[in-house]
């Protein structure tokens, strides 16, 4: 059975740094294209980033373009959101979620992790 285990948020200052990990228990898992997707209390679950099978291609939501760094070990099965510069608004739970292609749209993925939640003061 596929799992992914997110881990990394909490409770930090605007303008701060933060790193989120999600690890995944997946047998060949450099095959998956794997994404972040957050969810803000009050409203609809929207993409962050992703990344594909190898890591060569990367995609980032215009509102985190710049601050927001995905990136992947195949080695160890496990992806890592590096986000910079937080804001109030990227206060979310943030989940990680498996696919097929590294895709803005959450239909391409099949598999996704509890959530960890990132809260910004300001």
């Known amino acids: 059975q596929v799992q992914l285990v997110e881990s990394g948020g909490g409770l930090v200052q605007a303008g ?13 898992f450099h095959a998956y294209a794997m994404g972040w997707f957050r969810q803000a209390p009050g409203k609809e679950r929207e993409f962050v980033a992703a990344t594909s099978r ?5 995609n980032y939501a215009d509102s985190v373009k710049g601050r927001f760094t ?19 608004e ?15 749209y959450a239909r391409y993925y099949t598999t996704w992790g509890q959530g960890t939640q990132v809260t910004v003061s300001s």
């Open 16 to 28: 701060s740094s933060l790193k989120l990990s999600c690890a995944a228990s997946v047998r060949h």
């Open 70 to 88: 995905i990136s992947r070990d195949n080695a160890k099965n496990t992806i890592s959101l590096h986000m910079d510069d937080l804001k109030p």
């Open 54 to 58: 190898g890591g060569g291609t990367t």
């Open 90 to 104: 990227d206060t979310a739970i943030y989940y990680c979620a498996l696919g097929t292609i590294a895709s803005a």
